[in-house]
């Protein structure tokens, strides 16, 4: 095992709402497992599933269609003096000899890079990149008004930002982001986090532009989540057809839904299966061919991506690597996923098929093939296993890479 490390891990949320969540609950279980220590700084939530010893978390905050007249603290977004003062407990309690950060922007931000140097400059601070946020205001290198994929900001002038009202088309929100990119850029505040790490190339690359970033990043894949053993709903699995495309997670314009439904629309003899929520909820649920179960997670979630017969991944922003393509693969479903962002290096064309982003028509197109090709699906879906034994981390195998990043060591992807 080694030298005892103790960790801290930093996010905003503490209970799964996502994949950053999937993530830092996932290196949290298996450093605990390899003999390490392990506590979590973030919002207080009543759902909250992890912590710290001494209670000490900053309020909960959405800002979620928010104006600026609905914001009684629009600074407290770009520097928290609460954020300091309460990781500043968790610092002096439990003494980390690393900080381990993930989504902080907003909710905590990244005032507690400050904080964490101030209590002790030899701390190693790491931080994992799940989304552009350090180099694009709105995290997502997309204004949301238009669907435009953008790189105005990535080199650190974030005009554009307000320009182009790249937070919920909020001027107020957008400038507030502006200004918060601004004044981190010229703190120079990043400059004081020892390792970025960079779960694709794309997404190592975007941030490499950045001066205030670039020679600190590296490539580092998602670690395969571990199979569930939780209770089967046995509801949700009588109610599948017998022959259905998977849809699983968030039903919002980014992860290309629009395409999706009208490819729906002009396959009616297709099952498929939503499962998941968002704002084309409503929309989705007139579909006639569509059974919507809801958010699903655990062995009833796994069994629904098992039983498919592929998975559909539509997203139109730049996806870094998300951990849905990859448990598609994992459980030995084929996917069918738009080739932008980091997609194109988790689908090869021996597990799924890669397809325009945005383009409807060859959604379509694609997904009636391979509908009408089971011998195809199968062949895929053989080929899952020596793509994920060939590209993908155990849970275990990406720790040990951690530690010794946290050790200040050299890794790569592929050591």
């Known amino acids: 095992m080694g030298v005892k490390v103790k960790i801290l891990i930093v996010n905003k949320f503490l209970y799964l709402n996502g994949g950053s969540e999937t993530y830092i609950f996932g290196i949290g279980r298996e450093l605990t497992r390899l003999g390490h220590e392990v506590q979590y700084f973030g919002m207080e939530h009543e759902e909250n599933i992890v912590g710290n010893k001494v209670g000490s978390y900053t309020s909960g905050m959405n800002f979620h269609g928010s104006s600026l007249s609905k914001i009684t603290y629009p600074f407290k977004i770009i520097y928290s003096k609460e954020a300091r003062k309460r990781i500043r407990k968790v610092l002096d309690d439990f003494r980390p000899d690393v900080v ?3 989504n902080i922007n907003f909710q905590i931000t990244p005032s507690v890079i400050e904080e964490i140097k101030k209590y002790d400059s030899s701390v190693c601070i790491v931080y994992t990149a799940h989304d552009y946020q350090w180099v694009c205001p709105n995290h ?20 554009g930002c ?3 009202r790249c937070i919920h088309n909020s001027r107020a929100q957008s400038i507030l982001g502006a200004i918060e990119g601004g004044y ?11 390792e970025i790490i960079c779960p694709s190339s794309f997404m190592e690359k975007m941030l490499s532009e950045n001066s205030e970033l670039k020679g600190r990043t590296m490539v ?3 670690f395969v989540p571990e199979t569930s053993d939780s209770v089967i709903d046995n509801d949700v699995i009588a109610k599948l057809p017998d022959k259905y495309v998977l849809y699983f997670g968030r039903f919002d314009v980014e992860k290309g839904i629009d395409s999706l439904i009208e490819a729906c629309k002009e396959l009616p003899e297709v099952s498929f299966v939503f499962a998941g929520s968002g704002a084309r909820k409503d929309e989705i649920n007139k579909l006639e061919n569509v059974y919507m179960p809801g958010f699903l997670n655990g062995s009833t979630m796994e069994q629904v991506i098992r039983r ?14 998300p951990f849905s393509v990859m448990e598609s693969q994992i459980y030995g479903t084929p996917v069918v996923a738009s080739k932008i962002g980091g997609i194109p290096e988790l689908v090869d064309g021996t597990t799924g098929v890669l397809f ?4 409807t028509d060859e959604l379509t197109m694609t997904i009636d093939e391979l509908w009408n090709a089971p011998e195809k699906v199968d062949a895929m879906r053989k080929a899952c296993p020596a793509w994920v034994d060939k590209s993908y981390l155990s849970v275990k195998d990406y720790c040990e890479k951690l530690l010794k990043i946290y ?9």
Do not use: M
């Open 140 to 159: 997502q290198l997309r204004i949301p008004s238009t669907g435009e994929l953008c790189t105005r900001c990535i080199s650190g002038k974030f005009s």
């Open 184 to 194: 981190y850029r010229r703190k120079k505040t990043y400059r004081k986090v020892d």
């Open 162 to 164: 307000e320009k182009y």
């Open 220 to 222: 580092l894949r998602n």
């Open 308 to 321: 498919a017969e592929f998975t559909v991944y539509p997203s139109i922003w730049y996806e870094n690597c």
């Open 100 to 102: 381990h950060l993930n």
């Open 407 to 415: 050790r200040g060591e050299s890794v790569t992807d592929n050591d």
């Open 356 to 359: 325009k982003a945005g383009d």
